[in-house]
């Protein structure tokens, strides 16, 4: 229930904007909910959200798990630690229109007001947390600048929360005015029930505890760990020694010697793990390839000398680093608790090679990541006597602890956390850990060195381990305190503000108080009536005592400026009041603001400010590509009062836009602001940025517009199953027309539908059958009912004899009929056999002429068509068969026939007065499966058939039928007949209606072939060569049309045009869905009917050419780029920009790229360095100029030129399609799943650098300014030059070559297109003669990669809980340098996939699958060929990773259905059908004969 002075609060916040000033602990947010709940239920706030915001990370876990505990709403929250990206508009808005109240740091609310992602007049309330900082440049004061933009009316209802209003107690006045006009606000406090508020908000005592001043000299170790480094101090080791000093004298004066020295210790070990960690990495790389130097298949290939040890010397320490590493080895015993390090070990062991292979425990584990854990017991070694400590140390433990000791820095926090615990006096009375800010270092998490980053160097800058806290780690220290099992926290300002913990018994200041908020914070802490607040002063330290006193003295003065007045009047101008506390030296100049500028861009609202200026022009940079040797691009400020930015030559800018000079300003920072807003401004007109003022457009595929701009449909809720009408020609309706079907030459039978069918051909079984459509077909009125059911009645029974075996009880879309020698319906051949539909006893008039050609029935076998072969008249049913026979068994025929029809229901007939005859089986065909004439093998053409299996049955027992041998035989072929129209009627449909080029009609036919129909030319492969078509014409469209974006930004956008949840959007906004084909071949049950829930009379009245199909929502993704495919085989890359245009993708225009990106008429001399490489590529270039660009590095360029990176982000997409037609034109009858695995072996790093090196000694072109990337290339070359193409191909996942080798081939390629005037053909020749000798070794039968090989073997064995994990090999290093693989949550290896897949199925081994894995029996079957599930999983989630169990699970599933898919050589044949389909009618049998016995 909330409290009569939270309530006063809470009904002055209803009538106006008010800031709450009230002491911590008095309930601030429990008003701020009570405000909440009443905003949300006001009818002019429907529609809008409540922004709940915070000064820092921390404080947005609380808040909203406060205000979940106390509401219904819908509470989302955001801070930079969480996985939205800025550009991921789509998310942005989904997220804020799905909540009803964020909780959410400033600074990331500002991002969104800046670039337009949600607006301030779509919230109804913004809640400012510690809103004391809405001040200066702070983000909350950015925020409110906004919202001073918006019309009154508009703006919603602000509530301030702090405990002290007041920053500058010399300018109390004028400090509240200046938040109260900041915040459009008025400071309040509680007027009515102020008793109340004193009982629930009591104040500490606060004590003055002195101390002596630190002594000069100390009874503690000499020489101490400092003064025995420094006699080792060099330039030669990469060390900020000055700095280190500053904060050892810090940490001295402060804490005493101990402690100085335990900071150096911990801050120089990581230091120098990591440095001598990069020499060993670089000597292992110099031996030859570093990732199986030491596996166990190339174990000892490494030069060695005749005693097995390698001969390669290890690189010479420096002395200065040998010395420091050995100092603080001997200094560990006092500074470490943990085991021995060793870090220098191997450089300093004996020469033998490391165990290849080193199994990680638990125990392991713990002690690689202990140092990260806020535990009780983070202490040090030994006791420390308070000798080795300072007065004030002393002083501090003359307390009793259940409290928080608040110190300035973090390195202070961290000593006196580890010491205060073995500290004699307060042994088992303390349990203590530190609370830091999050900072930049590892406790973040976020690393800024690039992996192998100064090889060969003891070069690297390595972070301290009191460098931040990471949000995790300060909220498990915040839980240990509140939970009890620490008392007692050594904390920075982090604790001061907003987070919640227990009411203290006891507050330090430890160190000296600066400010009147430092002070009303930190005190807040301690508030129950036993609290204690004790302020540390040094003896004889006047300032620092005065300035206490006139904070303590001031309080109840300042409190009354805002709790006396009534309706103070907030300024409408600055004035003259104080927006700066005590002591701040720079201000914002009045001029400065005067004149700063604002820029809105119109056609969305994202604003531009000083503020932001230079954030955005950071991100900018931070997309741009680099590899491990180049610095991450920065902008370069210069000047004082007139800055001059400095634009990173990454950026594909002209000269003269890659240097801004901003206007003079009266600060440094302001006028660094100016030059940042100038030139966010210029490069937003250059299309740099877009209209929202980002630099990429959405984020990993999310994306609400596609490259060119265009809106993109919402696909959220388009399901994972589509249900769709689907396009077809199968009907009725009011006019039929009439087709005549040809047998090798000959009219067997005409088709009667209601739908125009193309003509077409196919060959089955060595026939050639076609179809023509004649004319149309008209019934005089009065008849028409009767001869449609004439038709109808014969076709089923055709049908039920030569192709299902089965009635049809439904109309039926499509007719066989009986042609006269005019091709007119005989109608009667139709009557004879509707009137008798199983024939006639009647044999009269059969002769010798008839045999193999008349279809007979055996009454006891009714549904099984024979063909009459021969006539015994010199046997009957008591005839004796002869030795040898089927029938031999038995004394007499009569007795065969007899035991094998006789049935539970009825007996044999079998009349013994009449001859036998031979009869063959007539095998039915319910199968659609035929193959393209594009695709026939000769077996097709030239088959000769084996002579069916002959049976003898008596004449007596069978009747003739009134079919004709041309009509049977048509009717046998009529399943592949309809499916061919249907498929040719699908795509001509398709053609037309969504405006295709001609594509060639089998292409385009298989194109919309889905998995689903068990054809062995499903759309599979034809998508895996689209993907490569996408991949380049979009790439092609985006660089030209954004020739000033970076690398990075033109793969976002590309990303944006090519991802599924683009192909998909534009697949639903065509209806390409109407076109796709995903019925399988089988037809047991016929098809082609009206459907049972359409009214048949409606059916044939209307003409409906749709049919309700299901199928999953990825085959659209599918078929758009199976499309491109097909377009691209027939007609090439221009016929795939016409097909890209008429599918919506972005391809820029159907023009020609040799018409729309002519190349410059005029030349440019090619440099004699390149004559050579011109002749081994077989290409001379127009233009020189590109040849420079595509081998210059990002390090070599400069103002003055650009680098490959736009070149090789082309050059990628060419290769990718040269080697993926080449493999789907080499390997016809290769998987999609193999054809991707290959090309991925050709156009990985390894190869592409291989050839690089080997073929075209691109590494003696290569323009570099770069040592470490030099010495790296040099490394690798002699092993590239001896790598035959079969060994890069087959093991090319074993070598890491420097990126850049891959890099500058990829542009190389990406500079002939350029130059080619984008000739596709002509770029493909030169890319097929660099890559020859590794096209002519690629095979679609590789050997799988470890990690591949482990994730099939894991799917096979139905293990769903394995993942890698990223782990440390050295706990010093502070980065993680090796992977594990986790099996179950237990940690089996350290050098994954390879070893860890060899020890799981090793029985002997204590961890291997068998004992860790409960996932349940394996799945040994075939997977199936349409799991929804697989799809799902990979559309939903794009950024799928092997590093979460259910990654890697939906990852190895992936390959193993990939490893199984049929090819086209193991789907069954049409003719290898026959058996199958006579077994099952076989099978069906005796069903038929049973119904058949109760009609006849």
């Known amino acids: 229930m909330p409290r009569k002075y939270q309530e006063e609060i809470f009904i002055r916040a209803q009538s106006s904007n008010i ?260 020499m060993e990495t670089s000597w292992k790389e110099q031996l030859g390839d570093p990732l199986t130097l030491y596996d166990d298949e190339n174990y000892g290939t490494a030069p060695m000398d005749v005693d097995g040890v390698v001969n390669l010397p290890k690189p010479p320490i420096p002395v200065e680093l040998e010395q420091i590493d050995a100092i603080l080895t001997d200094f560990q015993s006092w500074f470490d608790s943990s085991p021995p390090s060793h870090s220098s070990s191997l450089l300093h062991s004996s020469s033998s090679p490391p165990t290849p292979t080193s199994t990680i425990t638990s125990s392991t584990l713990t002690a690689v990541t202990s140092h990260q854990l806020p535990t009780a017991q983070s202490t040090v070694p030994i006791t420390v006597p308070l000798a080795w400590c300072s007065p004030k140390v002393k002083a501090l433990t003359e307390s009793t602890f259940h409290g928080i000791v608040f110190v300035e820095q973090r390195q202070v926090a961290a ?310 009408q689907v396009r077809e020609p199968w009907t009725l309706g009011p006019r039929l027309r009439m087709h005549v079907i040809t047998i090798d030459g000959v009219d067997a039978a005409g088709l009667v539908t209601g739908t125009e069918l193309p003509e077409l051909e196919l060959m089955s079984e060595g026939h050639t059958i076609s179809l023509r459509c004649t004319d149309e077909l008209v019934f005089d009125a009065d008849e028409e009912l009767e001869k449609l059911r004439m038709l109808d009645d014969y076709t089923k029974a055709g049908i039920w004899f030569c192709v299902t075996g089965r009635p049809i009880t439904r109309l039926m879309t499509c ?317 090439g890359i221009e016929m795939a920009l016409h097909a890209g245009g008429a599918l919506g993708v972005s391809v820029g225009s159907t023009i020609p790229w040799s018409v729309r990106y002519s190349r410059r008429p005029e030349s440019s001399p090619v440099p004699p360095l390149f004559s050579e490489l011109q002749s081994v590529m077989g290409y001379e270039f127009h233009r020189g100029d590109l040849l420079v660009e595509a081998v210059t590095h990002p390090s070599f360029a400069t103002s003055s030129g650009a680098s490959y990176q736009r070149m090789e982000f082309l050059g990628d997409a060419v290769i990718d399609l040269v080697v993926m037609r080449h493999l789907f034109q080499k390997f016809p009858n290769a998987t999609s799943g193999q054809l991707s695995a290959a090309r991925s072996r050709a156009v990985c790093g390894p190869t592409l650098a291989s050839i690089a090196v080997r073929r075209l000694g691109l590494h003696k072109h290569l323009l570099i300014n770069n040592a470490e990337l030099s010495t790296a290339i040099n490394r690798h070359v002699p092993l590239l030059e001896m790598l035959m193409p079969d060994d890069v191909i087959v093991k090319g996942w074993k070598y890491d070559p420097p990126k850049a080798l891959s890099d500058v081939l990829e542009s190389l390629i990406g500079a002939v297109l350029i130059d080619s005037a984008y000739n596709f053909e002509r770029t493909a020749a030169v890319v097929e003669v660099v890559m020859s000798d590794i096209l002519e070794v690629l095979t679609t039968n590789l050997p799988r990669d470890p990690v591949s090989e482990l994730m099939v073997w894991a799917a096979t064995a139905g293990c769903k809980r394995i993942a890698f994990q990223k782990s440390q090999s050295n706990a010093d290093l502070r980065r993680n340098d090796s992977i594990s693989v986790v099996v179950h949550e237990a940690v089996v290896v350290g050098l994954a996939a390879e070893r860890a897949r060899l020890l799981l199925n090793d029985p002997n081994f204590e961890m291997n699958l068998a004992r860790l894995c409960n996932c349940g029996k394996a799945v040994l079957e075939r997977p199936s060929q349409t799991d929804s599930s697989v799809e799902s999983a990979v559309e939903e989630t794009p950024d799928l990773t092997d590093e979460t169990e259910e990654g890697f699970a939906t990852l190895a599933k992936q390959k193993l259905d990939e490893d199984y898919a049929p090819s086209e050589h193991e789907v069954v044949d049409i003719e290898d059908t026959e058996d199958v389909e006579e077994a099952g009618t076989e099978r069906n049998g005796n069903a038929m004969e049973d119904c058949q016995a109760i009609l006849y």
Not at 612 to 623: F, K, P, Q
Request: glycine share 6%; aromatic share 8%; charged share 25%.
């Open 415 to 724: 000593c006196l956390a580890k010491i205060l615990g073995n500290v004699p006096e307060l042994r088992g009375k303390i349990r203590c850990a530190e609370l830091v800010g999050h900072g930049g270092g590892h406790g973040s998490g976020r690393h800024n060195s690039a992996s192998g980053g100064a090889r060969g160097k003891a070069t690297v800058s390595v972070r301290a381990d009191v460098k931040g806290m990471g949000l995790a780690r300060q909220q498990d220290t915040v839980k240990m305190f509140r939970e009890g099992e620490l008392n007692l926290l050594i904390a920075t300002s982090v604790a001061e503000e907003g987070l919640d913990f227990p009411a203290c018994d006891l507050v330090i200041r430890f160190d000296p108080l600066h400010h009147m908020v430092g002070y009303v914070q930190s005190r807040g802490r301690a508030r129950t009536k036993s609290s204690s607040f004790v302020i540390m002063v040094q003896a004889g330290h006047t300032a620092h005592l005065s300035r206490y006193t006139m904070f303590q003295s001031s309080e109840p003065e300042l409190k009354r400026v805002y709790q006396s007045r009534e309706g103070p009047t907030r300024p409408a101008s600055p004035g003259i009041s104080s927006d700066s506390e005590e002591g701040e030296l720079e201000e914002d100049d009045p001029e400065d603001l005067a004149v700063r500028e604002r820029y809105i861009v119109p056609s969305t609202g994202a604003v531009l400010t000083y503020g932001s200026a230079i954030g955005i022009i950071n991100y900018l940079c931070s997309l741009i590509p680099h590899d491990a040797y180049t610095p991450p691009p920065m902008p370069k400020y210069s000047g004082d009062y007139a800055a001059v930015l400095e634009l990173p030559a990454s950026l594909p800018l002209p000269i003269d836009k890659l240097v801004y000079r901003g206007p003079p300003r009266n600060s440094k920072r302001e006028a660094k602001r100016a030059v940042a807003f100038l030139a966010v401004k210029a490069l937003h007109k250059l299309d740099v940025f877009d209209d929202y003022l980002l630099p990429i457009t959405g984020s990993k595929g999310r994306s609400e517009h596609d490259a060119d701009g265009r809106r993109l449909m919402d696909v959220s809720s388009i399901p994972e199953i589509l249900d769709v």
């Open 815 to 1131: 007719f066989v009929v009986p042609l006269t020698e005019h091709n007119c319906i005989d109608f009667e051949a139709m009557q004879r056999v509707i009137d008798e539909p199983h024939g006639t006893y009647d044999w009269t008039g059969v002769t010798e002429a008839d045999y193999d050609h008349l279809m007979v029935m055996n009454c006891n076998q009714y549904g099984r068509a024979l063909i009459l072969h021969n006539i015994r008249k010199d046997l009957t049913a008591r005839s004796v068969p002869p030795p040898g026979s089927r029938e031999a068994t038995h004394a007499t025929y009569e007795d065969y026939f007899v035991e094998h029809w006789t049935r539970k229901s009825r007996g044999a007939f079998v009349p013994t007065d009449c001859p036998l005859i031979e009869v063959h089986s007539l095998p039915r065909r319910p199968s659609g499966l035929y193959r393209p004439m594009g695709r026939l093998l000769d077996v097709d053409a030239l088959r000769t058939h084996a002579a069916p299996v002959g049976s003898i049955v008596p004449q007596g027992a069978c009747r003739r039928t009134h079919f004709s041998e041309g009509v049977y035989r048509a009717f046998l072929f009529l399943p592949r007949l309809c499916r061919r129209a249907t498929d040719l009627y699908r795509a001509r449909e398709a053609r037309f209606q969504l405006g295709l080029p001609p594509i060639a009609d089998d292409l385009l036919i298989e194109s919309s072939a889905l998995p689903t129909t068990n054809a062995k030319w499903n759309n599979q492969r034809l998508e895996t060569l689209g993907d490569s078509v996408l991949k380049l014409i979009t790439t092609v469209h985006v660089m030209n049309k954004y020739p000033h974006r970076h690398e990075g930004q033109l793969s976002q956008l590309r990303q944006s045009s090519v991802s599924n949840r683009t192909l998909l959007a534009r697949a639903k906004e065509i209806g390409l869905e109407r076109f796709l084909t995903s019925e399988g071949q089988n037809v047991h049950v016929w098809r082609y009917t009206v459907p049972e829930e359409e009214d048949v009379l409606s059916h044939m009245l209307n003409s409906c050419h749709a049919v309700q199909r299901s199928f999953p929502r990825r085959s659209l993704q599918d078929c758009m780029e199976a499309t491109l495919g097909a377009a691209f085989l027939t007609g």
């Open 19 to 278: 800031i709450a000033a009230l002491d911590t602990g008095s309930g601030k947010t429990y008003i701020s909910v009570l405000l909440i709940k009443w905003i949300v239920l006001q009818p002019h706030t429907r529609g809008k959200v409540v922004v709940f915001l915070v000064p820092k990370v921390a404080l947005v876990e609380q808040q909203a798990a406060f205000i979940t505990s106390q509401t219904p709403l819908r509470v989302r929250k955001f801070h930079g630690r969480l996985d939205l990206e800025l550009s991921d508009r789509a998310n942005w808005k989904a997220a804020f229109e799905g909540a009803d109240v964020v909780v959410m740091t400033a600074q990331i609310f500002l991002n969104v007001l800046t670039h337009s992602h949600w607006s301030i007049d779509r919230v109804s309330l913004i809640i400012f947390d510690e809103c004391h900082h809405t001040r200066k440049n702070h983000a909350y004061n950015g925020i409110m600048r906004e919202y001073f933009q918006v019309d009154p009316v508009e703006r919603p209802k602000i509530f301030g929360m702090t405990a002290s209003p007041i920053w500058n107690p010399k300018d109390a006045e004028g400090s509240l005015q200046t938040l109260e006009r900041n915040l459009d606000a008025t400071v309040i406090a509680v007027r009515e029930h102020v008793s109340e508020l004193l009982e629930n908000s009591p104040r500490p005592v606060e004590l003055i505890k002195e101390y002596y001043p630190p002594p000069d000299h100390y009874l503690y170790l000499n020489p101490n760990l400092w003064d025995t480094l420094s006699y080792f101090r060099s330039d030669n080791v990469d060390i900020p020694w000055d700095k280190l000093l500053m904060k050892y004298h810090v940490t001295r004066n402060s804490l005493g010697p101990y402690c100085a020295d335990l900071f150096i210790y911990h801050d120089l070990r990581p230091r120098i793990s990591q440095i001598l960690y990069q």
